[in-house]
């Protein structure tokens, strides 16, 4: 109580500094596109329950951004001013998750989610900064007002609130004019910011790439000079981050910012190294941009691809003589040694290891389409790791050009093969229930003998 009072006498002026409208810019629905009509009626639904039982509510993030961009929303978030333990009590179809960041989802039929937060506060140490700080967020379960919760948050795109009360979108940081500028601005201090969460520097250019936008020089300059601080990042964190730049499709456009902000590097320092992506003016002319490319495209073509496929996609330079039959001695040795640091830094569990070994070592052996070796192709179909070893091959096939690999994929491709394995992991960018339907049609076709 006595931090709380302190920071409302002596933290207005260093918030005020922070925010472009200190009280708030109501920009009404003749200033704007965004009508009730287009919401998640779900989502509107508890935001009026919740202003019913007297606590403010609004749509709030990436969903009122993409809406003034003219685009789809994925989710529709709400902020409150209700506690966690007060969104329970007006929702009994609720639960609370987290520790870090407690928030509410609010179950609806099908099981459906809304993801209801509360207001947030500042941190302690945007009011009284210093000097070789740690500035980590550990927790972040402080309440606050809008102002605050406007502050606080990473990108002034992503700090805009919706009011469907009255259709109004409600600013305090100025991310209203840089969504039409088409700018990414961070709020606040760059370097508090970044070494407070540093995957945010990994959403700026993921913002970047997908959203077409530019990185406001100040931002830039920050995440260039703090761009080490990544690897401070939960690895967990940063995996979900990979699993969302995968699933858009648009993942050789993600990773090219990360590479033209000075990211990739230190993020996967052997493959930076391995793949002399440094050398060449435009990423995507890189081999992990033209793998990528290639991935992409495979993605819009309905294929499947697991985010194991995607992470040996990027790391293929690292162990690249396994590709083409280049080297038949010592492979496992090889392929563990090379790929255990970065393993290591990603902490890529045991499962996912061993996965992505296998899928390595068994390279050269689709350069091989008769009956050669002791295993016959139609028992090495039947191995757990082949489709993703398979699309790995494929892929780079492609991306390198090589006429005679992709001769050999076509061999391959020829009989019924396995779908992915963790189906939960699979990535796709077109609708779970048109996937179920060609994986039905697939396990048809295989049990038949034809090709799927």
Not at 146 to 172: C, G, K, M, W
Request: charged content about 30%; proline content about 4%.
């Amino acid at each position: 109580m006595f931090n709380r009072l302190r920071r409302l006498f002596s933290s207005s002026s260093t918030l005020d500094q922070m925010l472009a409208y200190p009280e708030g810019k109501r920009i009404y629905r003749e200033f704007h596109k965004l009508r009730r009509e287009q919401m998640d009626q779900d989502a509107l639904k508890v935001i009026n329950r919740l202003n019913r039982h007297g606590y403010r509510s609004y749509l709030v993030g990436g969903c009122v951004r993409d809406m003034i961009l003219g685009k789809k929303p994925k989710d529709f978030d709400v902020v409150t001013s209700a506690t966690p333990a007060q969104i329970r009590k007006v929702f009994t179809n609720s639960r609370a998750i987290g520790r870090r960041f407690k928030i509410v989802h609010v179950v609806f039929r099908g099981g459906k989610v809304i993801e209801v937060s509360t207001f947030r506060s500042l941190p302690e140490h945007r009011f009284q900064p210093g000097k070789n700080q740690d500035y980590m967020l550990k927790r972040d379960n402080e309440y606050g007002n809008p102002r605050e919760d406007a502050a606080r948050r990473d990108f002034t795109i992503n700090a805009l609130f919706f009011d469907p009360r009255n259709e109004s979108i409600i600013d305090y940081v100025g991310g209203f004019d840089d969504i039409e500028a088409r700018r990414i601005n961070v709020i606040g201090d760059p370097e508090i910011s970044f070494k407070e969460d540093p995957v945010r520097m990994l959403r700026a250019a993921k913002f970047a790439g997908l959203l077409g936008m530019s990185i406001d020089a100040r931002t830039l300059k920050g995440i260039r000079r703090y761009r080490n601080e990544i690897s401070k990042a939960s690895p967990v964190r940063l995996l979900d981050e990979y699993t969302k730049i995968f699933r858009t499709g648009r993942s050789a456009d993600v990773f090219s910012a990360l590479a033209e902000t000075g990211l990739f590097k230190p993020m996967f320092p052997e493959a930076w190294q391995a793949s002399g992506a440094s050398k060449q003016s435009d990423f995507r002319d890189s081999s992990i941009g033209k793998r990528l490319v290639v991935a992409d495209r495979m993605l819009s073509e309905r294929e499947d691809l697991t985010i194991t496929i995607f992470i040996a996609l990027l790391l293929a330079d690292v162990v690249r003589d396994v590709f083409f039959g280049r080297r038949t001695d010592n492979i496992m040795d090889y392929v563990k040694s090379r790929l255990q640091p970065a393993a290591e830094r990603m902490q890529v569990s045991g499962k996912d290891r061993d996965r992505l070994i296998q899928m390595f070592i068994s390279q050269g052996r689709f350069m091989q389409s008769g009956r050669r070796r002791r295993v016959r192709p139609e028992v090495f179909r039947e191995k757990i790791f082949f489709y993703e070893a398979f699309m790995l091959f494929k892929i780079y096939a492609l991306a390198e050009n090589n006429e005679e690999a992709i001769q050999k994929a076509m061999f391959w491709e020829i009989g019924p093969r396995g779908r992915p394995p963790e189906a939960g992991k699979v990535v796709t960018t077109f609708p779970q229930r048109m996937r179920n339907q060609q994986n039905r049609r697939h396990a048809r076709q295989g049990r038949s003998g034809r090709r799927p």
